[in-house]
């Protein structure tokens, strides 16, 4: 059975509303070397539904959402929307299918023009897309910034530097929502946030998500955050799929090594609580351009043997919709 048939027996039957299948972002350097972003990545998003993904810094987690979304392409690899294949689109077709699909970046003041106005920058999508006419545009501006709890009347003809990162957020959010999209991309969307705003927008991506039959993939290192927010969630590193489960069952019995770090680390909202020890990893996490053979966490894997070196691990059913890619998974 190779990888991508135990990646599937790992998931129900049934295909989801995003299919991700193999999926390869490669980076080319000077001297014919290569940065391996992500590597065979195989995931799938229910219709409605929220994933989580999650992973440290440089694993590959944006590379891969702007691929799934064509900004650019990936080097390998299938994706499909609701049975249509986005890799084979181009030109015009691309562009009519990008009204589906709409992405929230991470630096909400970076994301937006400083030289436009609000309602310039939210209707941009409806003039792209060829929707409507002036008045209906900014009669859906009005609706999408109410929608984002920002006062039309005092937003519109202002500018991104008037506002602060988190009503900066709220109308990058509008922005994305302009043309009813079937699926939002979420790129650590409140990393750049102080708390008690990101509990406000995450607030209302729910709020939205449930108005608008939203499907959702929701990229994170805050692993509080993407556990309260997702369905499911899928860990990545360095460029590879490590586990994936429903958030209940990931957070309460890992079976990653990686997983099971990742999970140790995050702080504990308990003053009471008795701090447990850490599993240790040792050494520096290796490099995307010279990755290791085998599985890609064997160098700092407590667990690892000669196997981890000679093989890639391919993802095992380990229960109904949890998979894991370990040989050696945790009890």
């Not at 992973?55 to 959402?65: D, I, L, R, V």
Request: a neutral charge; hydrophobic letters at 40%.
């Amino acid at each position: 059975m190779n990888a991508l048939t135990e990646t599937r027996a790992a998931r129900p039957a049934t295909e989801g509303f995003l299919e991700i299948r193999g999926l390869s972002v490669e980076h080319p350097l000077r001297g014919g070397r290569r940065v391996h972003a992500v590597s065979d990545l195989d995931l799938s998003i229910a219709k409605g539904e929220t994933l989580g993904l999650v992973g440290e810094s440089g694993c590959g987690k944006s590379s891969a959402a702007r691929a799934i979304l064509q900004l650019p392409r990936p080097t390998r690899g299938s994706v499909r929307l609701d049975g249509q294949e986005l890799t084979a689109l181009s030109g015009g077709a691309l562009r009519r299918a990008r009204r589906r699909f709409q992405m929230i970046f991470q630096d909400p003041i970076a994301s937006l023009n400083p030289r436009r106005t609000v309602a310039e920058i939210v209707s941009a999508p409806l003039e792209i897309a060829g929707e409507g006419d002036a008045r209906t545009r900014r009669e859906t501006v009005e609706e999408m910034l109410e929608l984002v709890g920002l006062d039309p009347r005092h937003a519109m003809d202002r500018r991104p530097h008037e506002f602060s990162g988190g009503q900066c957020q709220r109308i990058s959010i509008a922005r994305a929502l302009a043309l009813r999209p079937d699926l939002l991309v979420c790129d650590e969307p409140v990393s750049a946030l102080d708390v008690s705003i990101q509990a406000q927008i995450l607030t209302l991506l729910a709020d939205l998500k449930a108005r608008f039959g939203l499907t959702m993939l929701f990229i994170s290192h805050d692993l509080a955050v993407v556990k309260n927010v997702s369905d499911r969630v899928a860990v990545m590193h360095l460029g590879k799929l490590c586990e994936e489960a429903g958030a209940e069952a990931l957070y309460r019995d890992p079976a990653h090594p990686y997983t099971r770090v990742l999970l140790s680390a995050a702080p504990r909202p308990d003053p009471d609580a008795m701090p447990e020890p850490l599993p240790m990893v040792e050494g520096d996490p290796p490099s995307p351009i010279d990755p290791p053979s085998g599985c890609r966490f064997r160098t700092r894997c407590p667990r690892a043997q000669a196997l981890c070196a000679a093989e890639a691990p391919p993802v095992h059913a380990r229960a109904p919709g949890h998979g894991v890619a370990c040989h050696f998974p945790l009890d």
